[in-house]
DNA sequence: GCACTTCTTAAGCGTTTCTTAATTGCCTCG
DNA sequence: CGAGGCAATTAAGAAACGCTTAAGAAGTGC
């Protein structure tokens, strides 16, 4: 997102009296920007950074796939919706295949353009949930991990596996042998993971990791 | 994309007619599964890797928009196209606020169809736009590398190649092997690509690409 | 066809990471 | 408070992995 409230939505339309009515329709939702050519949407679409576009198919100066071949050959990845009379397939296909990522055809349902809008602006966070662990969040693909003030720490595989296994269930307290047998060799010493806690605990925190005498260690505070 | 040739796309789709009529619709274009339930569809969904999928809007066992919701509450966020004969205002955006990114209504057309596929595939990476590594700047022809001080070195196509998939995900991490599916011959072996960084390293800085031990190799930082 | 560049393979060497183990320090219970 | 067990720390050998080099193969242009 460009803003931290509502999205950004840049609206090329030289209809003069529907385009004030979409932007209308669409104000409570995005900061909306009436452009009325061809000509400036692209200026304004290459200038500046936008989170979705409403473009109109017939427009003076710059025809709107014109407009969208031109964005996308720039580099523009913005999601991009076609608002058009033209409803035929054929003019559907083409107007999609120049790079635009939806195409509603006029005379369109008000609620109908707001939930594509939606669709197109929605993110997921897909993102292997890093594993938040106090003030560091772990990422496991990337075998690292980042404090919530920019500071990252590389680890190495099993120092990841380790702090990977702990933070999967926190408060719980694992036993060296269940940590073991997790992410090591069978044959291992359990004073492999008195090692490991050491190395985490220098390159992390200290407090992170907490030992629970006889029994084992655990991340965050079950008791107190 | 999850294989190297065609998209894969997941139809989930209960009609005995329709289904594999669409499927066959599809398969020059897709690798496409079929399945004719929405628990089969949620099951297919979650376990394996898809680059798109059609669901049907009425399906037995599990309705179409309970499956959206449950793949997308997973984490799921491959592009969705419902696909049904409910076609007013109000079920759109029931549709594609559950989470579909496009929404399709029968009878359709099938130029359409495929058009509407191409557009929630298509991803812009590939566009040309310069781009930035650190101090450097990789020419879209991917042949040469500029430094901000107008320094000039002239990379071969695969170091051009490598560099070019690296940047492309700043601070992702590539194994070996996804990196030699992308631009080298299958039967490589896995150390050319040590070879190809080598050669960056010493054309470029040491700093630029980063090796993450035991996975691969990265741009970007995750360091310290 | 020849010279040159680029691509690929492979092997030795150096570094990082993993594991073991011994020493030192601390906690708990009698 | 002291003994015994448990945990923390350190160091060093072993193993895995990556870096570097060099040389032959394949491709390209003259």
Known sequence: ?????RPSLLLVEDDAALGPLIAELL?????VRLVTNGRDGLHVGLTEAWDVMVIDRGLPVMD??????????KGIGTPILILTALGDAEEKVRGLDAGANDYVTKPFDAGELAARLRALTRTYAA???P?????WELDPAQR????????????TAKEGQLLAALAAEPDRVFTRDELL?????????PGVIDTYVHHLRRKISKAVIRTV???????GDAHE
């Open 1 to 5: 997102m460009t803003t931290a409230d």
């Open 27 to 31: 104000y409570p939702d995005y900061h």
């Open 64 to 73: 709107g796939i014109a407009l969208i071949a031109a964005l996308r050959s």
């Open 127 to 129: 993102v292997p949930a």
């Open 131 to 135: 594993l938040s662990i106090g003030d």
């Open 144 to 155: 690292s991990i980042r404090s919530v003030y920019g500071h990252t720490v590389s680890l």
């Open 181 to 189: 047998s997790a992410h090591f060799h069978a044959s291992d010493q």
């Open 213 to 219: 005498h006889g029994v084992g260690y655990q991340i």
